[in-house]
């Protein structure tokens, strides 16, 4: 499998996590409650899965490849994929401080979670297709058939290093889990 189809599936499940994420909000919203541990499990999900890993593998592997083909890291597209990356991270942690005050009983925290969740939806939705459609076709198309093959053995190392053996498997199952409660 060539590193950009790698990334395409994952963005795949991210997706299905913005859409249980935006039906959380609709609960929230109404006045309803969410199971706590649900939103810990969305919170890991989020910093490990999305960040550590998929974000991981495009910024300390597929980013440089490109550069080294005269894709601009400043002020061209992998920049603004980079700051994206950033305003996530921002999105994430404050999404975290929410479900820490939702646990302590506050209702700001529900405002705190919703906001940052909407906003972090917005965000990685764009992000994806930039990606998606622009992207992953440039990498397609100007990286050869030997790095795609080497960045698909740097994204299984780095799974196996930042996450752990097994842990991708859990996401999954989370994803499963997840959009039966929500999305079903």
Same mark, same amino acid.
């Given at each position: 499998?060539?590193?950009?189809?790698?990334?395409?599936?994952?963005?795949?499940?991210?997706?299905?996590?913005?859409?249980?994420?935006?039906?959380?909000?609709?609960?929230?919203?109404?006045?309803?409650?969410?199971?706590?541990?649900?939103?810990?499990?969305?919170?890991?999900?989020?910093?490990?899965?999305?960040?550590?890993? &998929?974000?991981? $593998? =495009?910024? %300390?592997? @597929? *980013? #440089?490849?490109?550069? !080294?083909?005269?894709?601009?890291?400043?002020?061209?597209?992998?920049?603004?994929?980079?700051?994206?990356?950033?305003?996530?991270?921002?999105?994430?942690?404050?999404?975290?401080?929410?479900?820490?005050?939702?646990?302590?009983?506050?209702?700001?925290?529900f405002f705190l979670?919703?906001?940052?969740?909407?906003?972090y939806t917005e965000?990685?939705?764009? &992000?994806?297709? $930039? =990606?998606? %459609?622009? @992207? *992953? #076709?440039?990498?397609? !198309?100007?990286?050869?058939?030997?790095?795609?093959?080497?960045?698909?053995?740097?994204?299984?190392?780095?799974?196996?290093?930042?996450?752990?053996?097994?842990?991708?498997?859990?996401?999954?199952s989370l994803l499963?889990?997840?959009?039966?409660?929500?999305?079903?």
């Amino acid at each position: 499998m060539a590193g950009t189809e790698d990334l395409k599936a994952e963005h795949e499940g991210i997706r299905l996590m913005l859409q249980v994420l935006n039906k959380i909000c609709e609960i929230l919203g109404s006045g309803k409650a969410v199971d706590s541990i649900h939103l810990d499990r969305i919170i890991e999900f989020l910093t490990v899965f999305v960040d550590r890993c &998929h974000h991981g $593998k =495009e910024e %300390d592997f @597929l *980013f #440089p490849e490109l550069e !080294k083909q005269g894709i601009s890291k400043g002020d061209g597209l992998i920049g603004v994929l980079l700051t994206e990356h950033e305003e996530g991270r921002g999105f994430v942690k404050r999404m975290a401080e929410g479900v820490e005050k939702i646990k302590g009983g506050g209702s700001f925290g529900f405002f705190l979670f919703k906001d940052n969740s909407r906003k972090y939806t917005e965000l990685l939705s764009r &992000h994806i297709e $930039k =990606e998606n %459609d622009i @992207l *992953f #076709p440039m990498a397609d !198309k100007g990286l050869s058939r030997e790095i795609q093959d080497w960045l698909q053995k740097s994204f299984d190392a780095l799974e196996k290093e930042r996450i752990g053996i097994g842990k991708h498997e859990e996401f999954h199952s989370l994803l499963s889990e997840l959009r039966k409660i929500y999305l079903d």
